[in-house]
């Protein structure tokens, strides 16, 4: 089967990168420099509700297409509200806001991606926008061979739009490209269409007490522990 696959797209919030605890981690530090007492984790668990309600809105036509930054700034109001928090002045609550863009990879996601791109295309297939992807990925050393953000598609996953739209814009079949993700629906909705699929659990991605995801829901092309793994069972 490898020698039909030619690239792979991967999920990235919760499949690369370790959102939660980057966010944790990253306002917390920087809360306590300024000065600013929050509960950065139950913040940014209540910031990570409005995700899906917020890419629901687009994809039904409610709000026009808009960007994952936009939405997440619009998130972000309504949680500080939510929380009794005081408004930051607009240069810090941006610095919060563009926390999506500073997040770090798990230990295994920059060794696990160089070495896929030395046989396989490689790039996020995310509802994350560009800039968002671009600075990511300068941050935590992830080796994209390009960037297939939901806003070239003006589409959110599970759209068809977007997984179609990696296959075009590669001149692939879609049996010749492989969604990577550690969500089933994502694979799901990926298989769907033709195209292979390879999940990787993480766990923790939404804290210690998580319930869903933790482990495949369907005979998924591939099954790893990790982007080693999985680039290891790919002759990596």
Known sequence: MTEKIKAIV???FGTVVDWRGSIISDLSAWGTLQ????????????WRDRYNPQKARVRSGELPWTNLDELHLEALYAVFDEMGIPLLDETRLLHVNRVWHRLSGWPDASAGLHRLKRKFIIGPLSNANVAILVNMAKHADLPWDNVFSCELFRHYKPDPETYLGVCKMLYLKPEAVMMCAAHNYDLAAARSLGLKTAFIPRPTEYGPGQTTDLKAEQNWDYVAEDLNHLAA???C
């Open 10 to 12: 991967f999920d990235t």
């Open 233 to 235: 069972q790919l002759g």
């Open 35 to 46: 000065g600013i007492e929050v509960d950065w984790a139950e913040l940014v668990d209540r």
